[in-house]
């Protein structure tokens, strides 16, 4: 499982987002002949697999400019290729491809090829404030070039581009674009030659050692991060100085709509009280003394007690990442334990970063970063996921809980493997994983839970991911038919497990990827259900955030932006994602529950859309939560 907070590592957000997979061979699921002699294609898996053969390890790839330029050839073939025969109306997937071959345009000096893809990009964009900073950067390096040749008078270059940027980010309009600007300026802040080289060693590295090749989304980080380190990183300074000119000109934040649509509840009303299991990474319970689920038929004795099949289990079911039941509130920090502190900082360091906070634990990371060798970025990146895996679900409770004295928590605690080599998704461990969420569906439907928040998601191409980080098959073929299979038993038993719980309301985060859920076949939030409601994520001014998925099945945006909450230990700290706006919608379910605990999920759903305010953003529709708005109507109804 993963969680869906909002990444934390933003150097693979630059220069290593791998584009969702693009997989399977031939005609299968949603492969439909058109007049026009297209193939029309309605699943991201139905799109041919493409490989690409790696001699040596991937550094060395990055440090040959000969060996770039032969694989930025064969994936321009191929995307080229399959832009031709194929017919796909996902616009994320149109964009993937646009933004790769926009790549390979800027390497080979094609600047004319590389503007009107920029402006093919725009036009594919919903969301408007990424389409006013798509490619804006792009576009002032190329302007720059026609004044100044980069590699005669890099100085007379830069201030050219410096000009230019300027004049880009002067024409646009700040209440719209400021989170996108303070995030690209965070962004460039920490970059170095050194970082994206080490990132792309620790997440690409391990398995292309194994199985020596590439795969598309990878072939296609690797050619952005090749252009990073020789077209960006020289610029870094001049980047973040124009960034920093533009943000102090206007520096008016957002308005905040969410304190005024604030539903907060009070002891002296005398309401239900109404259990809601927190499915996350473990919660630190001692922070909601008296709201939290207490199995009375458990003793900490490391015995089943009720023989229910959990031991210990006094707050919930626990499952560590292998799949296997375990015991303990909160997931393990391995040899992290004495250094969890400074991790936690360095964490809140790449939050405060992303979101132009000057911070100390800021201006601490960006210290460390400048000094950190290569060989050190794996075990950085790999404690900072652990960190984040370790404070996920304590933030998740803490937005679930806010304003509510009458919720009660239960902790059904599922770990998330943190290591750059994770668990092998075979078929034994798909045959264990689907037995898991088999095993928590029925503990809470015994618990008698009302709302279960879900902030994780899973998708075909983890499976496929983890099986490739380990040389697991023969080629890429197996892995891909290898990882439909164990994708398949997920998929199966929690539909099965959520629709079997009819009285249950499920709450589920959309995702991160900015991408169609249905298309790319999320679980669950590509799940049709009236038990289940999926959110998207907005910012402070209710604006769709340029990370959030979306697609037919996501139903209300909620706050996902720089929402504070718990961590572990106590401390508050602000965590974006939509794992931080499913919690919002699960609380208003609560709240709504407590007030009529007679309400159904489907009637629950109903409260919570009707009480939405409806905006747009390009040709697409959302509702927006406004949870003063349904209690309203709810109070109104029994009245």
Same mark, same amino acid.
């Given at each position: 499982?993963?969680?869906?907070?909002?990444?934390?590592?933003?150097?693979?957000?630059?220069?290593?987002?791998?584009?969702?997979?693009?997989?399977?061979?031939?005609?299968?699921?949603?492969?439909?002949?058109?007049?026009?002699?297209?193939?029309?294609?309605?699943?991201?898996?139905?799109?041919?697999?493409?490989? !690409?053969?790696?001699?040596?390890?991937?550094? *060395?790839?990055?440090?040959?400019?000969?060996?770039?330029?032969?694989?930025?050839?064969?994936?321009?073939?191929?995307?080229?290729?399959?832009?031709?025969? !194929?017919?796909?109306?996902?616009?994320?997937?149109?964009?993937?491809?646009?933004?790769?071959?926009?790549?390979?345009?800027?390497?080979?000096?094609? @600047?004319?090829?590389?503007?009107?893809?920029?402006?093919?990009?725009?036009?594919?964009?919903?969301?408007?404030?990424?389409?006013?900073?798509?490619?804006?950067?792009?576009?002032?390096?190329?302007?720059?070039?026609?004044?100044?040749?980069?590699?005669?008078?890099? +100085?007379?270059? /830069?201030?050219?581009?410096?000009?230019?940027?300027?004049?880009?980010?002067?024409?646009?309009?700040?209440?719209?674009?400021?989170?996108?600007?303070?995030?690209?300026?965070?962004?460039?802040?920490?970059?170095?030659?050194?970082?994206?080289?080490? =990132?792309?060693?620790?997440?690409?590295?391990?398995?292309?050692?194994?199985?020596?090749?590439?795969?598309?989304?990878?072939?296609?980080?690797?050619?952005?991060?090749?252009?990073?380190?020789?077209?960006?990183?020289?610029?870094?300074?001049?980047?973040?100085?124009?960034?920093?000119?533009?943000? +102090?000109?206007?520096?008016?934040?957002?308005?905040?709509?969410? %304190?005024?649509?604030?539903?907060?509840?009070?002891?002296?009303?005398?309401?239900?009280?109404?259990?809601?299991?927190?499915?996350?990474? $473990?919660?630190?319970?001692?922070?909601?003394?008296?709201?939290?689920?207490?199995?009375?038929?458990?003793?900490?004795?490391?015995?089943?007690?009720?023989?229910?099949?959990?031991?210990?289990?006094?707050?919930?079911?626990?499952?560590?990442?292998?799949?296997?039941?375990?015991?303990? *509130?909160?997931?393990?920090?391995?040899?992290?334990?004495?250094?969890?502190?400074?991790?936690?900082?360095?964490?809140? &360091?790449?939050?405060?970063?992303?979101?132009?906070?000057?911070?100390?634990?800021?201006?601490?990371?960006?210290?460390?970063?400048?000094?950190?060798?290569?060989?050190?970025?794996? =075990?950085?990146?790999?404690?900072?996921?652990?960190? $984040?895996?370790?404070?996920?679900?304590?933030?998740?409770? &803490?937005?679930?809980?806010?304003?509510?004295?009458?919720?009660?928590?239960?902790?059904?605690?599922?770990?998330?493997?943190?290591?750059?080599? %994770?668990?092998?998704?075979?078929?034994?461990?798909?045959?264990? +994983?689907?037995?898991?969420?088999?095993?928590?569906?029925?503990?809470?439907?015994?618990?008698?839970?009302?709302?279960?928040?879900?902030?994780? &998601?899973?998708?075909?191409?983890?499976?496929?991911?983890?099986?490739?980080?380990?040389?697991? &098959?023969? @080629?890429?073929?197996?892995?891909?038919?290898?990882?439909?299979?164990?994708?398949?038993?997920?998929?199966?038993?929690?539909?099965?497990?959520?629709?079997?719980?009819?009285?249950?309301?499920?709450? /589920?985060?959309?995702?991160?990827?900015?991408?169609?859920? /249905?298309?790319?076949?999320?679980?669950?939030?590509?799940?049709?259900?009236?038990?289940?409601?999926?959110?998207?994520?907005?910012?402070? =001014?209710?604006?769709?955030?340029?990370?959030?998925?979306?697609?037919?099945?996501?139903?209300?945006?909620?706050?996902?932006?720089?929402?504070?909450?718990?961590?572990?230990? $106590?401390?508050?700290?602000?965590?974006?994602?939509?794992?931080?706006?499913?919690?919002?919608?699960?609380?208003?379910?609560?709240?709504?529950?407590?007030?009529? %605990?007679?309400?159904?999920?489907?009637?629950?759903?109903?409260?919570?859309?009707?009480?939405?305010?409806?905006?747009?953003?390009?040709?697409?529709? !959302?509702?927006?939560?406004?949870?003063?708005?349904?209690?309203?109507?709810?109070?109104?109804?029994?009245?």
């Amino acid at each position: 499982m993963k969680p869906l907070a909002r990444r934390l590592i933003i150097v693979t957000t630059l220069a290593l987002t791998l584009v969702a997979g693009w997989s399977c061979s031939g005609q299968k699921h949603g492969a439909q002949d058109r007049q026009d002699g297209k193939v029309q294609i309605t699943r991201l898996e139905d799109l041919p697999l493409h490989t !690409y053969k790696v001699e040596g390890n991937v550094t *060395d790839l990055l440090e040959s400019d000969a060996r770039i330029m032969a694989l930025a050839d064969e994936v321009e073939r191929d995307v080229t290729h399959d832009m031709a025969t !194929y017919a796909v109306d996902d616009k994320t997937t149109q964009l993937r491809w646009e933004s790769t071959l926009l790549t390979i345009d800027l390497l080979k000096d094609r @600047d004319a090829a590389a503007l009107r893809r920029i402006e093919r990009m725009r036009e594919l964009e919903d969301k408007e404030a990424t389409r006013l900073t798509t490619g804006l950067s792009t576009e002032a390096m190329i302007e720059a070039a026609k004044d100044a040749d980069p590699e005669k008078d890099f +100085d007379a270059y /830069a201030s050219a581009y410096q000009a230019a940027l300027a004049r880009e980010l002067n024409a646009l309009p700040w209440d719209v674009v400021e989170d996108e600007v303070q995030s690209a300026k965070g962004q460039m802040e920490i970059i170095s030659e050194n970082l994206l080289k080490g =990132a792309v060693a620790a997440r690409v590295g391990p398995s292309v050692e194994r199985t020596g090749e590439l795969n598309a989304d990878q072939a296609a980080g690797v050619l952005s991060t090749y252009y990073a380190i020789h077209y960006r990183v020289p610029l870094k300074q001049v980047m973040v100085a124009t960034y920093q000119q533009y943000i +102090d000109a206007h520096a008016k934040p957002k308005e905040n709509i969410w %304190p005024q649509r604030t539903l907060t509840l009070t002891q002296d009303e005398k309401l239900t009280p109404v259990l809601v299991a927190i499915w996350d990474s $473990g919660v630190d319970v001692s922070l909601f003394p008296g709201r939290v689920y207490d199995n009375v038929h458990e003793g900490p004795n490391l015995m089943d007690d009720d023989g229910n099949g959990f031991t210990d289990d006094l707050h919930g079911p626990a499952y560590d990442y292998n799949a296997n039941r375990t015991t303990g *509130d909160l997931q393990p920090l391995d040899d992290a334990t004495g250094r969890i502190d400074a991790v936690m900082s360095q964490m809140k &360091g790449f939050m405060d970063i992303r979101a132009d906070v000057d911070s100390p634990e800021a201006s601490a990371l960006k210290q460390r970063l400048s000094a950190l060798d290569q060989q050190d970025i794996a =075990a950085l990146l790999e404690d900072l996921s652990l960190a $984040g895996n370790y404070a996920h679900g304590t933030h998740v409770a &803490g937005i679930v809980a806010e304003g509510n004295p009458y919720v009660r928590l239960l902790n059904a605690r599922h770990s998330y493997d943190y290591h750059l080599i %994770p668990v092998a998704r075979t078929i034994a461990w798909g045959l264990r +994983d689907a037995a898991k969420i088999t095993a928590i569906v029925d503990y809470l439907k015994k618990a008698d839970v009302r709302v279960v928040n879900m902030s994780w &998601g899973e998708a075909r191409k983890d499976a496929e991911d983890s099986l490739e980080a380990n040389g697991v &098959g023969k @080629d890429a073929e197996e892995r891909r038919a290898l990882a439909r299979k164990v994708f398949d038993m997920q998929k199966k038993a929690l539909y099965e497990g959520i629709k079997g719980a009819p009285d249950i309301l499920f709450v /589920a985060a959309a995702g991160n990827a900015d991408n169609d859920v /249905a298309f790319d076949e999320f679980i669950p939030s590509s799940f049709d259900l009236p038990n289940l409601i999926v959110v998207g994520a907005v910012d402070q =001014a209710g604006e769709p955030t340029s990370f959030t998925s979306f697609g037919p099945t996501v139903q209300v945006y909620a706050n996902g932006f720089e929402v504070e909450s718990f961590v572990p230990g $106590g401390k508050r700290m602000s965590m974006s994602g939509t794992s931080m706006a499913s919690p919002n919608v699960a609380n208003l379910a609560a709240k709504l529950l407590a007030i009529d %605990p007679t309400l159904t999920p489907p009637q629950v759903i109903d409260l919570i859309r009707s009480g939405c305010d409806q905006r747009s953003y390009g040709e697409k529709k !959302y509702l927006l939560l406004n949870p003063k708005h349904s209690a309203e109507l709810l109070r109104a109804q029994k009245s």
